[in-house]
């Protein structure tokens, strides 16, 4: 994402809750983004930080791209998991958009939220997960509303996607992986290139009737029926 925004010519300043020796960013700050829900000191300092990178600056495009995963079979699942959830995949990107309305620049702005397939179809033990990308979903049509032509705000909703995070998760068997692959349509799964350059192009002024939109980016999964044969 960061790569992609600065070949286009944007300086970029990213959010990252653990310490980034090596990353494209112009600059990044360090934010642990339930602690920022959370903790109203810390949710201060982590806006004042942005401010003060942003200096006499405006804010051209915002982009939640950070997220929380948690796996549950059984039921009542830990309270806290689901406040986790909640906190870094709904309030942490309703709090920037909000908390940042206002360096943003008037009428150009564009923020792009990184939803999800789960957040219309699902799967056993995403409970968690789904709930809280139909609410970004929900969020991204509401805000939209409230703060009509100030700022465009609009949400991609992928499905499987070859990040890191996802590809460790298939080392030890990548029979999976090809089993995933095989479910979509086209034989593949996303890549973090591709996701990055819709988001781009949501932040152009070429769509700028594009408002409050969930775009589906699910390589046509989310066409399949998975009744018995």
Known sequence: MVEAFKSAGYVVCGLDCVEVDKTPADHTIQADLN?????????QRVMDDIRAWLGHHTLDVLVNNAAYQHVNHTHPMPVDELSRSYSINVIAPYLLITELADVMTPGWASVVNIGSVHSRLTKPGFVAYATTKAALAALTRGLALDYGDRLRINCIEPASVATPMLLDGFKACPEKKATLEDHHPQKRIGTPAEIAAIALALSSG????LHGA????SGGIASRLHDPA
């Open 35 to 43: 602690q920022m829900v959370n903790d109203p000191r810390s949710r």
């Open 206 to 209: 070429d769509v700028r009737f």
């Open 214 to 217: 969930c775009i589906d980016m």
